[in-house]
């Protein structure tokens, strides 16, 4: 790794030089996605369950403007009560590292620095995607899975997009959408939306397989792994569409956009449903930890990294 602003972690480092399954874990779910202290139990709990399942967890972040691909329980615990931590996509590494800033990285921010470490599947909770308010406003995320070969884990697309022009957009970039055990699209609290996935498959080896096909082909996509939230935590479309539709109509009222809107829409979600929306979204998190897991244990081939 010659990138003086990257830095992994002696245990990340070897795991890659000998093949033990590595997880890339994001960081603005600890930084803008959840209040205190829930962001770093959470952070904590979906590191133990990668660690659980026989994998590595790399949870990555900018910490005084270099990347770091794996966290301490003490760096952990300092990202989780900085005060000014930046929300770090593609287009603001070059700014946190030139200010010396911490930022807890997006999907598309977490997608970019772990394959500049080599590590291929990564689980989040929900990828972002096309804004309902505008057709114009999408994710950097949905650029990153059209780009960077990685196996994403994920509760499908948060629920606040606008679903079917997601998918459209993914499909037109040529990103396999796979429906771990099932053939709906799920949307993030919900398992259902009412959607296909390109495909199902129903074992981590499946999907293993089916994303070591589709690159020896040449294709350079993410493969996009949608898992369903457990049964237990779901809550149901019917009762998610009024509330986000109303959450919605309350960030336009107050003029809310671009990266503020989506932690505006989880939390106003959140008090709408009284915390059910948080639980949910906590339970959904573990589950792709879990699921990653697995999945880097059928992946991961021997490659040598020296650590810094």
Known sequence: MKNPNIILTPEIARALNFGTPVVALESTVITHGLPQPQNLELARDMEQQVRDHDAVPATVALLDGEIRIGLSDEELVRLSKSDSVLKVSHRDFATAILKKKNGGTTVAGTMFASQ?????????????????????????????????????????????????????????????????????FPAFYSRESGLNVSVRLDSPKEIADFAQAHWKLGMRSAVLVTNPVPETEAISKSEMEPLILKASAEAIGEGIHGQKLTPFLLSRISELTEGKSLRTNLAL????ARLAARIAAETTPPRKVKAI
């Open 116 to 184: 500049l470490a080599g590590i291929k599947v990564f689980a989040t909770g929900g990828i972002g995607g096309v804004h309902k308010e505008s057709a114009f406003d999408i994710s950097t995320d949905l650029h990153a899975l059209a780009e960077i070969p990685m196996i994403v884990v994920c509760a499908g697309a948060k629920a606040i997009l606008d679903l079917p022009a997601t998918l459209e957009y993914l499909e037109t970039m040529g990103v396999p959408v796979v429906g771990y055990q099932t053939d709906e």
């Open 285 to 288: 998190l573990l589950n792709n």
